[in-house]
């Protein structure tokens, strides 16, 4: 499960090198809100896998308020698909697919604390 935080930058990995076909693929990822069945696709190059053991694991950093906005807070199918176009987001037009699972996101932790002043002032009669 990928889980991801409404307004943050995240890494997400993956094992995508284990299904692939071509050599140096270009990823689809497309996303599908499980309750609105909103859907986010988007394509990351080959090279922004900043993995060290790509043969391994597969590492991207994803912007979340870039592909997702503001709301949409919940459960998420995924999917993965390789191509070698760069800007194909028609998953039926992909190469096949890689991966596919549950990712979650969260809303924002950021809390924002208000200080008070302590009156130290007192009445006495």
Do not use: C
Request: a negative charge.
């Amino acid at each position: 499960m990928i889980q991801l935080t409404q307004g943050a930058t995240e890494f997400i990995y993956l094992t995508l090198t284990e299904k692939q076909t071509l050599a140096s693929p270009n990823y689809l990822f497309r996303f599908v809100n499980r309750t609105t069945r909103d859907e986010v696709a988007f394509v990351l190059l080959f090279a922004l896998d900043v993995s060290p053991f790509k043969d391994r694991y597969n590492k991207f950093s994803i912007k979340v308020p870039k592909y997702f906005g503001l709301g949409n807070i919940g459960e998420w199918l995924y999917y993965v698909y390789e191509q070698t176009s760069a800007y194909n987001i028609d998953y039926t037009q992909a190469t096949g697919l890689l991966e596919e699972g549950i990712m979650k996101l969260s809303p924002s932790t950021t809390f924002e604390y208000t200080q008070h002043e302590v009156d130290n002032t007192y009445i006495t009669r």
